[in-house]
């Protein structure tokens, strides 16, 4: 049974950083691609960032720049560093595993966390 167990969330004002981590179990890990999405309240669900298997990153143009995708295989865990947090980013954040092919990532996985609310504060 896979499961993935995000945290790091909570309110930081505009400016600040967060950290969030997705653990990841039941699943093999070493798939093509693994995802952060959010969701603002009202809105639809956004891809924030992607990264591959093989290590290629893609990032929504939103967050170029400020956010960092990455993962530990040895520790079965996915992060999203965000630096320079401004109060739009303000959302409930999604880690998502299962998706992808050898070409690349999109928008479409199989498995998704049950969240970690990220408020900024102006």
């Known amino acids: 049974q896979v499961q993935l167990v995000e945290s790091g969330g909570g309110s930081v004002q505009a400016g600040g950083s967060l950290r969030l981590s997705c653990a990841a179990s039941?699943?093999?890990?070493?798939?093509?691609?693994m995802g952060w999405f959010r969701q603002a309240p009202g809105k639809g669900r956004e891809g924030v960032a992607h990264?591959?298997?093989?290590?290629?990153?893609s990032y929504a143009d939103s967050v170029k720049g400020r956010f960092t995708i990455s993962k530990d295989n040895a520790k079965n865990t996915l992060y999203l560093q965000m630096n320079s947090l401004k109060p739009e980013d303000t959302a409930m954040y999604y880690c998502a595993a299962g998706g992808g092919t050898w070409f690349g990532c999109t928008s479409e996985y199989n498995y998704w966390g049950q969240g970690t609310q990220v408020t900024v504060s102006s």
């Open positions: 039941g699943y093999t890990y070493s798939s093509y691609c």
């Open positions: 990264i591959h298997n093989d290590g290629r990153t």
